[in-house]
Nanobody
Framework: QVQLVESGGGSVQAGGSLRLSCAASGSIFSRHTMSWYRQAPGKQRELVAEIIRGGSANYADSAKGRFTISRDNAKNTMYLQLNSLKPEDTAVYFC????????????WGQGTQVTVSS
């Protein structure tokens, strides 16, 4: 069973920065696609960024140029650097791990709140 714990959320003004962390219970990065999702009030959960098999990163259009996903294999921790934050980035941010296999299991963290004020 994989456990994921997010941290680093908070309240910032527009233009500010935050770094989110997702600590995994063990060395899972070599077997899982690691992703950051977010969910704003009244909206569906959406993909923000992910690191896929092979280590390449993909970003939602809204995140390109402002957010950076990374991971530290030695610490079993994934990060999301949020720069140039906008009020529309306000959401709960979730970490997700999905096994590479076609019917692989999916694991979610509990989420961390990011609030951006104008």
């Amino acid at each position: 069973q994989v456990q994921l714990v997010e941290s680093g959320g908070g309240s910032v003004q527009a233009g500010g920065s935050l770094r989110l962390s997702c600590a995994a219970s063990g060395s899972i990065f070599s077997r899982h696609t690691m992703s950051w999702y977010r969910q704003a009030p009244g909206k569906q959960r959406e993909l923000v960024a992910e690191i896929i098999r092979g280590g390449s990163a993909n970003y939602a259009d809204s995140a390109k140029g402002r957010f950076t996903i990374s991971r530290d294999n030695a610490k079993n921790t994934m990060y999301l650097q949020l720069n140039s934050l906008k009020p529309e980035d306000t959401a709960v941010y979730f970490c997700r791990a999905r096994e590479f296999s076609p019917f692989g299991a999916t694991y979610w963290g509990q989420g961390t709140q990011v609030t951006v004020s104008s």
